[in-house]
């Protein structure tokens, strides 16, 4: 008998007492295979902490769902392409993170923006709806002329002076209607965006 077709026998063996609820197996897995899993999701995401919740992630999912696992090729083969998946979702939701501190910033013009730190907010459920269409909504509540001059300087990165310049107006005027745009998008705002 080859050691490949008894490595398959023997984790089909753990996998099936896992799937009935065998809390020994599940820990003999778990001590066979946690060290190897770990290093190479911290070779992919480059992160300790990280690593370590991708890989115990990894290992709730097999317990949880034991009862509907089917293994196709080897039980080390799914063990390893689960964390690897799980890595890729840790980087896109990090890539997703980012995108909304930029969007956030486009709109509002304020720095420093944190993603982690709002991430334990509500705000973020409706960003990963559409923060762009929050955002957007309350711009069109902003009278006419402090809205024009709000896009012109937000969107349009254009100066006070040229602003000025272009509505025939001081410069003072403009100012003080993005100040005003200001104050009004943190009041409407102010239930969805705490870091305002």
Known sequence: MSIFVSMH?????????????????????FNAYYSKLFNYAEEI???HVMAEEVVEETFVRVWENREQIHIQTSLQSYLFRSVYNRCLNHIKHG???????????????????DANYSFDFPLMRLINKDLDKLVQAAIDKLPEQCRNIFMMSRYEDMK???????????????KTQIARALTRLRKDLKDVLPMF
């Open 160 to 174: 006070h002076e040229k602003i000025a310049e272009k509505l025939g107006i001081s410069k003072n005027t403009v």
């Open 9 to 29: 026998r023997l984790e089909k063996d753990i996998m099936e007492r896992i799937r009935n609820g065998d809390k020994c197996a599940f820990e003999s897995l």
């Open 45 to 47: 995401l480059k992160d």
């Open 95 to 113: 890539k997703v993170k980012e995108k909304h501190r930029l969007l956030f910033q486009h709109h509002t013009g304020m720095e420093g923006y």
